[in-house]
């Protein structure tokens, strides 16, 4: 599975702003796909993933409620909406997929995106 992040750039404490995953894989194949990051110094984070089917989603306590994960069968495509973004949200953001069911721990997924990065302003 290749995967191919983008919607990254330069946005305003409380702004909103939407990445979206490639997939070379369709998505409505048995396959978890999500979201992490990783802030400059830091480990990388689980931000949410949703199962194959799109009908389970997982998300993170620091983006509950802000941020949306949602898929596209169509496109192949695995989108991440953000909003109230805080200077805190600052990091690259990376799309993964793994066979089989969602999970939070990174080494867990066996497919990972370039990244795209975040910045925000305060």
């Known amino acids: 599975v290749q995967l191919q992040a983008s919607g990254g750039g330069l946005v305003q404490a409380g702004d909103s702003l939407n990445l979206a995953c490639a997939a070379s894989?369709?998505?409505?194949?048995?396959?978890?796909v999500g979201w992490f990051r990783q802030a400059p110094g830091k480990g990388r984070e689980f931000l949410a993933s949703?199962?194959?089917?799109?009908?389970?989603?997982k998300y993170a306590e620091s983006v509950q409620g802000r941020f949306t994960i949602s898929r596209d069968n169509a496109k192949n495509t695995v989108y991440l909406q953000m909003s109230s973004l805080k200077p805190e949200d600052t990091a690259i953001y990376y799309c993964?997929?793994?066979?089989?069911?969602?999970?939070?721990?990174?080494?867990?997924?066996?497919?990972w995106g370039q990244g795209t990065l975040v910045t925000v302003s305060s």
């Open positions: 949703v199962d194959w089917r799109g009908t389970i989603k």
């Open positions: 894989t369709p998505t409505n194949s048995p396959y978890a």
């Open positions: 993964v997929a793994r066979r089989g069911n969602w999970r939070t721990r990174d080494t867990e997924y066996d497919h």
